[in-house]
Nanobody, 127 residues
Framework: QVHVVESGGGLVQAGGSLRLSCAASGRTFSPYAMGWFRQAPGKEREFVAAISWSGGNAGYADSVQGRFTISRDNAKNTVYLQMNSLKPEDTALYYC????????????????????WGQGTQVTVSS
């Protein structure tokens, strides 16, 4: 079994920054891609960012491109999401997910491609 646990959420003013962390534990067979999704009240879950096992490939939603940066430390089985220039519309429950990938260079945009999910961490951006 694989466990995924997010941390680092909180309340921040618009224009501020937060760094989310996500730790994977258990039978984490490599390679695996990692991704971040978010869900705001009354809205569907949406893709935020994803990164390949190697860390050399990453993708972002248009809404966060240039403001958010995803990275990973495979020695710690941890992925990070650095969020800068936060906006009220970034307010959501942020989920981390793990995808068992076929190769070290792949990452995924679609929630259905992910095998394991965390419980989420709340990010609230005040105006």
């Amino acid at each position: 079994q694989v466990h995924v646990v997010e941390s680092g959420g909180g309340l921040v003013q618009a224009g501020g920054s937060l760094r989310l962390s996500c730790a994977a534990s258990g039978r984490t067979f490599s390679p695996y891609a990692m991704g971040w999704f978010r869900q705001a009240p009354g809205k569907e879950r949406e893709f935020v960012a994803a990164i390949s096992w190697s860390g050399g490939n990453a993708g972002y939603a248009d809404s966060v491109q240039g403001r958010f940066t995803i990275s990973r430390d495979n020695a710690k089985n941890t992925v990070y999401l650095q969020m800068n220039s936060l906006k009220p519309e970034d307010t959501a429950l942020y989920y981390c997910a793990l995808a068992l990938s076929m190769g070290g260079g792949r990452y995924y945009y679609t929630a259905n491609d992910y095998n394991y999910w965390g419980q989420g961490t709340q990010v609230t951006v005040s105006s």
